[in-house]
């Protein structure tokens, strides 16, 4: 049964291709860096502000607003720092209240980016991967140049099992920046649920660099 609130789930997905990178067949470890190559997101929220409005305190809200400001940015160890809490029931009622704050404003302000991110993170966490999809597609139509959210919108896709989905956000994020290694990796895992095989290990040979990491996190 999936947890109620922000799970260690979540946590697998802001790691993005340790989610789904299953061509090695094994359980990964939940942290990895974005390398110097990969190009952080734009978009419509300036994403290095909310982390600097918030770090200075260390309450429940600023460091998931904290966490998701660093996911969007691709600064994947940061963010699974900040999220780290989602982990402990000691936080878990006030988790569920950022959560369910976020959603109330959201009925206020439809098309704001942080409030969708705050929804699509939560509603991934509740097991609700149809709503997590539409908040990640409705983040993508404002904020397109934005690969990460491309990657956590494949990943969503990805476990509802629409890999025609996954294949095009990618594809997509792949066409924004062809040196995004994670993206690589996780077109592999996604051709090779397709059973594209030679396309899976074509994807696979152009992140060695992260592959490398993974390997330094114990991944492989």
Not at 1 to 18: A, H
Request: proline letters at 2%; charged letters at 25%; one cysteine or more.
């Amino acid at each position: 049964m999936k947890n109620r609130y922000l799970s260690g789930k979540l946590v697998v997905m802001l790691s993005v291709v340790l989610l789904s990178l299953s061509l090695a067949g094994v359980n990964l470890s939940l942290t990895c860096s974005v390398h110097a190559e990969d190009k952080p997101g734009e978009g419509t929220v300036d994403w290095a502000q909310v982390i600097e409005d918030n770090k200075d305190s260390d309450s429940v809200e600023s460091r998931l607003l904290r966490g998701i400001a660093y996911a969007n940015l691709g600064l994947l160890p940061e963010a699974v720092k900040e999220l780290s809490i989602a982990g402990d029931k000691a936080y878990d009622d006030e988790i569920a209240g950022f959560i369910l704050d976020k959603l109330n404003e959201l009925r206020h302000s439809p098309d704001d980016v942080l409030l969708l991110n705050c929804a699509a993170f939560g509603s991934y966490a509740f097991g609700d991967l149809g709503q997590a999809a539409g908040y990640f597609e409705r983040i993508i139509s404002l904020e397109p140049n934005n690969i990460w959210t491309r990657n956590f919108c494949a990943f969503t896709y990805t476990q509802k099992g629409d890999i025609d989905r996954a294949l095009y956000h990618l594809e997509q994020a792949l066409k924004i920046d062809r040196k995004n290694q994670y993206t690589h990796l996780l077109l592999s895992a996604a051709y090779k649920e397709k059973q594209q095989y030679l396309m899976a290990i074509y994807h696979y040979l152009q992140a060695p660099e992260a592959v490398r990491e993974l390997k330094l996190h114990g991944a492989f």
